[in-house]
């Protein structure tokens, strides 16, 4: 949520996730109800969870460098896990 506060306009947020399909499939539901919400910003979510084993945090970080790279390639990057909050005026 506190990526959807933020105060900047015209940025992307990038998601990868992974896990159970049930728990990815949860997540996806609830970042794209929150993405609905976000009219300064443009959400792209790689959902993983239909594969037979969770990414590990690099491989995470790699596939959304690549992704971001494809966007804007002069982009610059901001990294959050599931446990951390974003200052509104962060970007």
């Known amino acids: 949520?506190?990526?959807?506060?933020?105060?900047?306009?015209?940025?992307?947020?990038?998601?990868?996730?992974?896990?159970?399909?049930v728990l990815c499939k949860k997540?996806?539901?609830?970042?794209?109800?929150?993405?609905?919400?976000c009219e300064n910003s443009r959400w792209y979510i790689q959902n993983n969870g239909n594969v037979e084993h969770s990414k590990s945090q690099m491989e995470h970080i790699r596939s959304l460098i690549d992704?971001?790279?494809?966007?804007?390639?002069k982009?610059?990057?901001?990294f959050l896990d599931n446990d951390d909050m974003m200052h509104p005026l962060r970007i």
């Open 75 to 78: 982009a610059l990057l901001l």
């Open 27 to 37: 997540a996806a539901a609830t970042i794209s109800t929150l993405a609905s919400t």
């Open 1 to 21: 949520k506190s990526v959807a506060l933020q105060k900047y306009n015209d940025f992307n947020v990038l998601i990868s996730l992974s896990g159970t399909p």
């Open 67 to 73: 992704l971001s790279a494809s966007i804007d390639p």
